[in-house]
C-alpha cells in the first residue's frame, strides 16, 4: 500500500511540477488552481508537532490553502501531531498514510471531504474528531489505526465506508448517528475490542462482513421500528456464540428467541428513559398544578369571609 501511495503521490508532483503556479512555502510544496487556491502536496519538514498555514506564498503572492492533496503528508513518520486550518475543505487520498508516530490531529469542520485510505495505518493515532460538515466516510479512511479507542461520528455523516474502520484492535465505542442510512463492508471486521453497538433508525444497509471478527462483539441494538432490508453475507462471522440483538417490541424484528439474518434476538429494549422521565415531569407538573389551584381556592375562600 506504501509503494502504490508513494507512486500515487510522485505521479501527481509531476503533473504540476510545470505549473508556473506551483511553488514551495518553508516545508511545504503546493499547487494553486486557477481560481488563486493554494493545495498541499508534499511536505519535507522534520515533523513534531506542525501548524499547517492558513495561506501560501509565492513570492509577495499570498494563496489561501483550500486543500490537502493526495499523499501530501504519506510516509511522513516523525509527524507527531498536525493542526490543520479553518480554510481546508478537501483532504485528499492517501493524506496522511502511514503517518504511525501520528498521536492527535485537528480536522475543522469546513472539511466535507476525507479521501481514501487518508488515515490508514496512523497507528499511535487514539482519537479523531470528525468534522460536522462531512457526509461520508470513504473506504478504508481510519483502516488499521491500531491505537484508536473511540470514534464519534457527527450526525452530518449518512454512509460509512467499505473497510471504514477495519484493523482497529484498541477500538471500543463506536457513536453512530441517526444520520447514516448504510454502513458499508467490513465496514467494522476484526475489531476485537467491540463489545456492543447501536444500530441507528435510518440505516437500511449492513455490508458483507461488517462486524466479523469482533470477537467481543456481544450486543446488537437496532433503534428502527423497521429492520434493516439489505444485509450482506458473514456480516456478524466469528462472533461470539452468545451475541444477542435487541429491539423494540413494536418493530418487525422475531420476537426474543428467534433469528434475524444470522443473528438470535434477545431481550426487547425497555421503553425509554426519556419517556419515562417525560412522563414523570408531566405528573409533577400536574401535581403542582393541583396544589396551586387548592390554595388559590382557599385564598379566596378566606378573602371572601372577610
Request: with cysteine; net charge negative; charged share 10%.
Amino acid at each position: 500500500m506504501i509503494l502504490i501511495a508513494s507512486i500515487i503521490s510522485a505521479a501527481f508532483l509531476v503533473i504540476v511540477a510545470d505549473d508556473t503556479a506551483a511553488g514551495m512555502y518553508g516545508d511545504y510544496r503546493f499547487f494553486v488552481d486557477a481560481q488563486g487556491r493554494a493545495t498541499i502536496i508534499g511536505y519535507s519538514g522534520p515533523g513534531g508537532d506542525i501548524t499547517i498555514p492558513a495561506k501560501m506564498l509565492n513570492g509577495t503572492v499570498e494563496y489561501p490553502t483550500v486543500g490537502i492533496g493526495v499523499g501530501a503528508f504519506n510516509g511522513c513518520t516523525s509527524l507527531t501531531t498536525v493542526t490543520i486550518p479553518g480554510s481546508i475543505t478537501t483532504i485528499g487520498d492517501y493524506a496522511f498514510y502511514g503517518c504511525d508516530h501520528l498521536t492527535s490531529i485537528t480536522i475543522p469542520d469546513n472539511v466535507t471531504y476525507i479521501g481514501t485510505y487518508a488515515f490508514e495505518e496512523c497507528t499511535s493515532l487514539t482519537s479523531i474528531r470528525i468534522p460536522d460538515n462531512l457526509t461520508a466516510i470513504g473506504y478504508a479512511t481510519f483502516a488499521s489505526c491500531f491505537s484508536l479507542t473511540s470514534v464519534t461520528i457527527p450526525d452530518s455523516v449518512k454512509t460509512i465506508g467499505g473497510y471504514a474502520f477495519i484493523y482497529c484492535p484498541s477500538l471500543r465505542t463506536i457513536t453512530i448517528p441517526e444520520s447514516v442510512t448504510s454502513i458499508g463492508e467490513r465496514a467494522f471486521f476484526n475489531c476485537p475490542s467491540l463489545s456492543s453497538i447501536t444500530i441507528p433508525s435510518n440505516v437500511t444497509t449492513i455490508g458483507d462482513y461488517a462486524f466479523s471478527m469482533c470477537t467481543s462483539l456481544t450486543s446488537i441494538t437496532f433503534l428502527g421500528l423497521v429492520a434493516p432490508t439489505a444485509v450482506g453475507a458473514g456480516w456478524i462471522l466469528s462472533t461470539p456464540l452468545g451475541i444477542e440483538g435487541h429491539a423494540y417490541a413494536t418493530s418487525n424484528f422475531p420476537a426474543p428467541g428467534g433469528v434475524w439474518n444470522g443473528l438470535t434476538m434477545g431481550a426487547v429494549i425497555p421503553v425509554s428513559s426519556a419517556s419515562d422521565n417525560a412522563m414523570l415531569i408531566l405528573v409533577a407538573a400536574i401535581a403542582i398544578a393541583v396544589v396551586l389551584v387548592a390554595v388559590l381556592f382557599v385564598l379566596r375562600m378566606r378573602k371572601g369571609k372577610k
